[in-house]
């Protein structure tokens, strides 16, 4: 089997055109650095690296929420059938790469990967690899890091990709076509190809939770004790005061805070109150962590900042957090995968990809037995179809939806009203019969009946020869 790095070199032999790189001489915005929080910060030793930025908890765990829901979706390819329904599929030149879309990921770790490179950097760079029919055979997540973009004059797009031993990438390669990436990208700023992390804006307040985090292990490293003013009645020298407060640090503060300390020649130690402002670190730490969510888009409850909506209404708390933060990343890659995966290009067929977002939305039984129930009642599922999302086989008989016998379609009532006299009986109705006349018998049993009225089987003897209601009611109607 033919290497990475040959495949690679197989594709571009011609020589690239004059590419001009899309940062310029700004370099590259999206590096690691995070800029100085104000100038002068990385004299002071105050600058952050993304890594110190990440590690922040509501980072972290923004991150980790969006990235894990994203993954752990099922990927499935579908077809379009003539009725208009996407159906699962299964077929060999599409289906294999998108249930392993590599030989060292599976597809969980591949989706976070994609992920969290976009959440990140702004951007993921996604290579193809294909075989001799030109079918991908699968897809690796680069190192945004290690990949330039360039435009060519003609607008054309090239990249170029850094050495990656891991998936076989042996050398640079200097210039990729974009037909071979796909580039995934958060919400543009500086340029098309230019993606904006949400760390920019969730940066600030990161480093601010990070510094209040610093303070604090200060603070209670000195068992939560603020410290004081160390005073003297007459003037103290400066070598003097320099010593006395070595002293006093080393002796009573970290792990020797609230030790007894003996004074003398009219020293006086009073400590400093802290405000009640100053201790509300859990409060700013707090906000925050709040203004982190609200980069990103989660919810602060599910990140577990703040207190959860006052409503229980899970479906409802998940299909927002769908709308209003997951569903561009589905969105994204889905057309993302059609495209890249020539898809959209095969005539005759209408194929996809689409994330299984059951996995995601998932009711709670009571809920989705609930739902479908209803949904077989009103006629729009079949029974066997809602055993199938109930995890439940089939039964004979119910492949056929079913609906109560007293529904009437739209058209039909819209038909009835039209006519000048909606509530007449139907045209053609067949009138019910009139009662038949008493027969000779009837009268004959009539007037013996009146003349011995306590004889009842007289008349029960009749009904049951005759048979027939109607002449129950003409034997009522002559007996009056």
């Not at 610093?214 to 003037?235: C, D, I, Q, W």
């Not at 203004?291 to 888009?297: K, N, P």
């Amino acid at each position: 089997m033919p290497s990475f790095l040959a495949n690679v070199r197989a594709l571009f032999t011609k020589q690239s055109p004059p590419l001009a790189s899309i940062t310029g001489d700004r370099g590259s915005w999206w590096s690691p650095i995070i800029h100085e929080p104000f100038t002068g910060a990385w004299q002071h030793n105050q600058s952050q690296t993304q890594e110190s930025v990440l590690s922040n908890y509501a980072v972290y765990a923004c991150i980790d929420r969006i990235t894990s829901d994203v993954s752990k979706c099922r990927f499935r390819l579908v077809e379009q059938d003539d009725n208009g329904i996407w159906n699962e599929i299964y077929v060999p030149a599409f289906s294999p790469v998108l249930t392993k879309p590599n030989h060292y990921q599976n597809r969980i770790q591949f989706f976070e990967n994609w992920i969290m490179s976009k959440l990140t950097t702004g951007n993921t760079y996604v290579f193809k690899e294909r075989d001799n029919r030109n079918v991908v055979t699968a897809m690796h997540v680069l190192d945004p890091l290690r990949v330039k973009v360039f435009i060519a004059p003609d607008s054309s797009v090239y990249y170029q990709l850094g050495r990656d031993w891991l998936i076989g990438l042996e050398q640079d390669i200097e210039y990729v076509p974009e037909s071979e990436i796909i580039h995934d990208m958060m919400p543009i700023k500086y340029h098309p190809l230019c993606g904006v992390p949400p760390l920019v804006a969730a940066a600030g307040p990161a480093i601010q939770g990070l510094n209040i985090q610093k303070n604090s292990s200060t603070f209670f490293g000195n068992n939560s004790f603020p410290g004081g003013v160390l005073s003297a009645p007459g003037e103290i020298k400066e070598a003097t005061a320099k010593r006395l407060k070595e002293y006093w640090s080393t002796a009573f503060s970290g792990s020797n805070a609230g030790k007894i300390a003996i004074l003398g020649d009219g020293l006086h130690f009073e400590p400093m109150a802290m405000t009640a402002e100053n201790a509300q670190l859990a409060e700013q730490a707090g906000f925050s962590a709040q203004m982190i969510c609200s980069a990103f888009g989660v919810p602060a409850f599910m990140v577990g900042v703040g207190g959860a909506p006052t409503y229980n209404n899970i479906e409802a708390l998940n299909q927002q957090y769908y709308s209003q933060c997951l569903q561009k990343f589905f969105e994204a890659i889905e057309l993302l995968c059609d495209e890249g995966l020539g898809l959209t290009d095969i005539v005759g067929k209408t194929y996809g990809t689409e994330f299984d977002l059951d996995d995601l939305l998932r009711m709670d039984t009571a809920t989705l037995v609930e739902s479908e129930k209803n949904a077989v009642g009103a006629g729009i599922k079949t029974p066997n179809e809602a055993r199938h999302r109930l995890n439940l086989g089939p039964m004979q008989g119910g492949e056929a939806p079913y609906l109560q016998q007293q529904n009437f379609s739209l058209a039909a009532l819209a038909k009835r009203d039209a006519s000048p006299d909606p509530f007449a009986k139907p045209a053609g109705e067949e009138p019910k019969p009139a009662p038949q006349a008493a027969l000779p018998e009837v009268k004959i049993m009539m007037e013996r009946r009146q003349m011995e009225p306590e004889n009842d089987a007289i008349e029960a003897a009749a009904i049951a020869q005759l048979g027939s209601w109607e002449l129950k009611a003409e034997l009522q109607r002559l007996s009056k």
